[in-house]
Nanobody, 116 residues
């Protein structure tokens, strides 16, 4: 059974930084890409960032471009999201997403709260 487990969320002041991590485990033959989505209270889940597993190609939502950095470790099947210059509007549950072996997988989510 394939699992995605996120970590690294928490409460941070505006302007602060966080690093979210997501580890994939289980019977995985080939990962095509991993990424992050987020869902703020009362809003739909939205795309944040993604990284292609083979070439490392990255793509970001306009709202996070320049502040968020996604990276991967192919050997460990992990993806990180470094979040800088956090804003209150970044408050959300952040979900890890993976496309592997023709299937999409989701993690349980990790809460990020930006507040003074």
């Amino acid at each position: 059974q394939v699992q995605l487990v996120e970590s690294g969320g928490g409460l941070v002041q505006p302007g602060g930084s966080l690093r979210l991590s997501c580890a994939a485990s289980g019977s995985i033959f080939r990962i095509y890409g991993m990424g992050w989505f987020r869902q703020a209270p009362g809003k739909d889940r939205e795309f944040v960032a993604t990284i292609n597993w083979s070439g490392g190609y990255t793509y970001y939502a306009d709202s996070v471009k320049g502040r968020f950095t996604i990276s991967r470790d192919n050997a460990k099947n992990t993806v990180d999201l470094l979040i800088n210059s956090l804003k209150p509007e970044d408050t959300a549950v952040y979900y890890c997403h993976m496309t592997a072996d023709g299937t999409a997988y989701w993690g349980q989510g990790t809460q990020v709260t930006v507040s003074s």
